[in-house]
T-cell receptor, first 111, second 116 residues
């Protein structure tokens, strides 16, 4: 699976949009981009995933560049409860295999 | 979404004793579950893949005789840390995917193990 690069930390004001970037320049054609987050001392939580089209669900939006070498996770109205470590993971579609976690981005939402 | 539970959530044991951690998929059957370990301020590291009805597959560097995995049913996998030592103190997390939804991997809440 391709490697991802994320900034180690970011701050965001409560109520504002949080935009978390991820670089995955070696992604291959059949690899999806997944986002998970981990709130302190809890198990990771699935957020969203996509292949090449932008995706949106009740939690977030995922914007993937046309060349698929990078993506951005958008939390439209961040709350204090969104403070967590966000992991961007690239994985083969349909894979039953494990997820490989990098260091992620520590998002701190401030009042 | 699908729910995965772990028990216990927190355990303290003495050095040399064994500890069993349970991972259950509550509303779906999981032929495959995964066990991860997370040390403070670090990311999750895969320890082993638990397959129902067969032997677990361990990652390089993980001792299979020390971390015993049993996946006896489609909803339960157990991890036993044998002869625990203080360096085994960590946050242990399991995960599973519902059938036909491999893109969604659901994680348990984790078990905090402290070996004194």
């Amino acid at each position: 699976d391709a490697k991802t690069t994320q900034p180690p930390s970011m701050d965001c004001a409560e109520g504002r949009a949080a935009n978390l970037p991820c670089n995955h320049s070696t992604i291959s054609g059949n690899e999806y981009v997944y986002w998970y987050r981990q709130i302190h001392s809890q198990g990771p939580q699935y957020i969203i995933h996509g292949l090449k089209n932008n995706e949106t669900n009740e939690m977030a939006s995922l914007i993937i560049t046309e060349d698929r070498k990078s993506s951005t996770l958008i939390l439209p109205h961040a709350t204090l409860r969104d403070t967590a470590v966000y992991y961007c993971i690239v994985r083969h579609g349909g894979s039953q295999g494990n997820l490989i976690f990098g260091k992620g981005t520590k998002l701190s939402v401030k009042p | 979404g699908a729910v995965v539970s772990q028990h216990p959530s927190r355990v303290i044991c003495k050095s040399g004793t064994s500890v069993k951690i349970e991972c259950r998929s509550l509303d779906f059957q999981a032929t495959t579950m995964f066990w991860y370990r997370q040390f403070p301020k670090q990311s999750l590291m895969l320890m082993a893949t638990s397959n129902e009805g067969s032997k677990a597959t361990y990652e390089q560097g993980v001792e299979k005789d020390k971390f015993l995995i049993n996946h006896a049913s489609l909803t339960l996998s157990t991890l036993t840390v044998t002869s625990a030592h203080p360096e085994d103190s960590s946050f242990y997390i399991c995960s599973a995917s519902p059938p036909g939804a491999s893109y969604e991997q659901y994680f348990g809440p984790g078990t905090r193990l402290t070996v004194t």
